[in-house]
């Protein structure tokens, strides 16, 4: 048998046996949680309240994904974060012996060296903090002075509670390196009796050691393996071009380019031709980490359901998990929605993304077409279209209008 095949067995099957004792709530959280399992150097933020499981499902992927190598050494990092712990806490140890003896001899903690890292209630950390955890997640690197000291291949988890009164707002950088956010909901009452029974139907209850019920089912090689395998599902020249016209749709403006304008520039979008799209709904317009961080999920989603290719719908279905934590919507508009994820659901997707797709496929059909029929279409589409009119003359112009802008 190949051996990809085998693992890919074996993770179905570790899954599959996490699920059984992590209850969750639902299929799209379930689904959600697997991608994110599923993505080598994803940064993944879960959110819920207090018992959700949250520091659960990580401690269940410890202990089924990650099992210790013949060294016995722990493949998991963890740490807990306060307001008082600094950088120096969080990603070092000091050999105390050697500095008694007058030598700065410094190690990096597991939450380097590991290939699981875990930080615990991230919201209550500091901006050192934060600062600090940066190039680990984006860079795969810390530094102590002149030394570096980089981690294997890994998978983050973070988890905060919005509801927690010792919460700090995370700064828009920090949040933009986060690849996921999954919002874990609390247990139906369904689950939460198959949660009592695991606890205990067998031997002594478990009521604090329910993620003693995980079995081992691949180790930190393997799973580098299984990765390596999803990075090779392929992404097509049509998800390719519906996920640059996702963004061109967030982020164009005919006004200004939003990605310079200062925060106090008046857009008058009330008085826009395009005051319906999703574009007025936003304080800013997001950066483009996150169609990169779609892309990846979408490469998830199909392996997981075997295919070799990633789909439109791959791609739009990342979208709540990739853009929740990274939109800054206007104030008017949080308060109409539970949360950021409901927005892009609901205004983003169903009312907006969803409509455009059709002719969105026609561009990129039509794109490089010198049939006049199909130009005029495409300068139709262009009209009623920002994203399509931004796409149409980028593509279409003469090189010497294409490079006016820059050498203005």
């Known amino acids: 048998m190949n051996a990809t095949i085998a693992l890919s067995q074996q993770f179905r099957r570790g899954l599959a046996r996490l699920f059984s004792v992590f209850q969750a709530p639902d299929a799209a959280t379930s689904n959600a949680l697997a991608c994110s399992l599923l993505v080598q150097d994803a940064t993944t933020l879960l959110s819920g309240t207090y018992g959700s499981g949250k520091t659960l499902f990580v401690q269940l992927a410890r202990h089924t994904f990650f099992a210790p190598n013949g060294d016995g050494i722990p493949d998991f990092g963890w740490v807990a974060c306060t307001q008082d712990l600094t950088p120096m ?46 190039p680990l997640f984006s860079e795969r690197k810390v530094s102590f002075r002149d030394r570096d000291f980089t981690s294997p291949p890994f998978l983050a988890f973070l988890d905060a509670n919005p509801h927690d009164a010792g919460s700090s707002e995370m700064p828009a950088a920090f949040l933009d390196r986060i690849d996921f956010s999954i919002r874990i909901p609390l247990v139906s009452a369904e689950g939460l009796s198959r949660v ?4 205990t139907e067998t031997g002594p209850a478990r009521w604090n050691d329910l993620a003693g019920l995980a079995q081992p089912a691949l180790r930190g090689p ?67 980490r996150f169609v990169i961080s779609a892309l990846k999920m979408a490469q998830a989603r199909a392996w997981l359901r ?97 490079n006016a802008g820059q050498a203005s």
């Open 89 to 134: 806490d969080t990603l070092f140890s000091i050999d105390l012996a050697r500095l008694t003896q007058g030598e700065e001899v410094v190690h990096p903690r597991a939450i380097v060296t590991a290939r699981l890292k875990f930080v615990n209630e991230v919201q209550r950390a500091s901006s050192l903090v934060y600062n600090a955890l940066l």
């Open 196 to 199: 009592i029974a695991s606890a």
């Open 222 to 288: 393997e799973m580098e393996a299984l990765w390596h395998d999803v990075r090779g599902v392929r992404i097509g020249e049509e998800v390719r071009m519906i996920a640059v016209l996702v963004a061109a749709h967030l982020q164009r403006c005919v006004r200004t380019d939003r990605s310079l304008a200062g925060p106090d520039f008046d857009l008058r979008c009330n008085e826009c031709s395009y005051r319906t799209n999703a574009c007025s709904k936003l304080a800013s317009v997001p950066g483009t």
């Open 306 to 402: 075997g295919a070799r290719e990633a789909e439109v719908d791959d791609f739009l279905y990342a979208l709540p998990h990739v853009l929740a934590h990274r939109l800054q919507l206007r104030p008017d508009v949080v308060r109409l929605y539970s949360g950021p994820a409901e927005w892009v659901i609901e205004e983003l997707y169903r009312a907006g993304v969803r409509q455009h797709v059709p002719r969105w496929r026609q561009v990129i059909h039509r794109i490089e077409s010198t049939e006049p029929s199909d130009r005029e279409r495409l300068a139709d589409l262009a009209h009623r279209d920002l994203a399509v009119d931004h796409l149409f003359r980028r593509r279409l112009a003469p090189p010497e209008q294409s």
